[in-house]
């Protein structure tokens, strides 16, 4: 009797041993894998000196100048982004190639709403793929063209959706710091605030430190903070015309508050405060009276700070 159990439980692992390979075979893709996993990325980027985005949407470039970075040649771009793209451009590996029963789909989602990546050293173009990023699943695919064969792409060990960087629009691209300047080149601020111009003040620098003139004694803590969040004021996205003419109501209303920053080299930056968007948390303002973009209304309270706050306590009429 238990002979015969034994021969029986035998024949049932080699059949599930049986299973278990046949799945294994047929189920993993990597050895299915016929292309060599680097066969997007771009082992050495640093001699790339231009990118081209061309989707549904447009087309737009981030082009190198010799020392930044711009977008389109005009904006600076964000730095911190721009060395995101070339990480992952050099890291991204594939992880298997997109099924058969996939294949038609993805060619489509490539083809109506992905993004052709084109990358170019001087006037030679050096690489090339597109790229459509599943949100949901955090899936990235890539293919030479929608027709070809189309791979899943990845960063071994990490968990990230690598299409977002590649899908980002015109203004993703932007730097979202609003003044580029710092402690040794910044000369003065104004604060203006139309209607209430009582409350405005402007910080200059005198005595080998800044101070408001028209307070005898600034607290200098306080003073500190300010200036630092009006160098850290970041963008939280730029609008573009569409946007601008859906919030055209907020926009065309009287700014609540103006900001003039000036470096030493005599330059002029302004920043213009107006109404927030539905739900209290972003406001909208203008950059140097031309791009239109949102904020978060934690930080611009920051800076919008009225002359008497910065009174120190000990002499403050007003608290």
């Known amino acids: 009797m238990q002979k015969k159990r034994n021969i029986k439980l035998i024949f049932i692992l080699v059949a599930l041993m049986l299973s278990a390979v046949s799945a294994y075979f047929v189920t993993r893709p990597a050895d299915k894998l016929k292309v060599s ?8 980027p ?28 005009v904006h600076k771009a964000d730095p911190q982004r721009v060395s995101v793209l070339f990480a992952i451009l050099k890291q991204m590996r594939v992880r298997r190639k997109v099924s058969r029963q996939q294949s038609d789909d993805i060619a489509e989602r490539l083809r109506e709403a992905g993004t052709k990546v084109t990358f170019f050293e001087g006037a030679g173009e050096v690489h090339e793929f597109y790229v459509w990023g599943d ?3 955090g899936l990235t695919y890539l293919a030479d063209t929608p027709e070809s064969q189309a791979y899943i792409v990845e960063i071994p060990g990490y968990r990230s959706f690598l299409a977002g960087i590649y899908q980002l ?10 003044f580029t300047l710092n402690w040794s080149n910044l000369s003065d601020v104004h604060v203006i605030y ?20 028209e307070i005898p004694q600034t607290d200098s803590v306080k003073l500190t903070d300010f200036l630092d969040d009006v160098s850290l004021l970041f963008v939280n996205d730029f609008l573009n015309k569409n946007e601008q003419q859906q919030y055209s109501e907020i926009i065309n209303d009287q700014p609540q508050a103006l900001f003039k920053v000036e470096d030493v080299g005599k330059n002029v930056y302004t920043l213009e405060i107006y109404g927030m968007l539905p739900g209290g948390k972003e406001i909208i ?8 973009a949102v904020f978060d209304v934690a930080k611009v309270r920051k800076i919008m700070r ?3 706050y910065f009174i120190k306590k000990e002499t403050a009429d007003i608290k």
């Open 169 to 178: 629009d015109k203004n993703g691209w932007r730097d979202p710091l609003v």
């Open 135 to 137: 949100k949901d699943s």
């Open 46 to 73: 640093q001699a790339i000196d231009k990118v081209v985005f061309s989707g549904a949407s447009g087309q737009h470039q981030l082009t190198f100048d010799g020392s930044n970075w711009k977008v389109g040649e």
């Open 285 to 292: 303002g203008r950059i140097d009276s031309t791009d239109y």
């Open 37 to 44: 996993r680097d066969i997007f990325s771009y082992d050495d």
């Open 306 to 308: 009225p002359k008497s």
């Open 194 to 213: 139309p209607g209430n111009e009582e409350l405005g003040f402007t910080v200059e620098y005198a005595d080998r430190f800044y101070a408001i003139a």
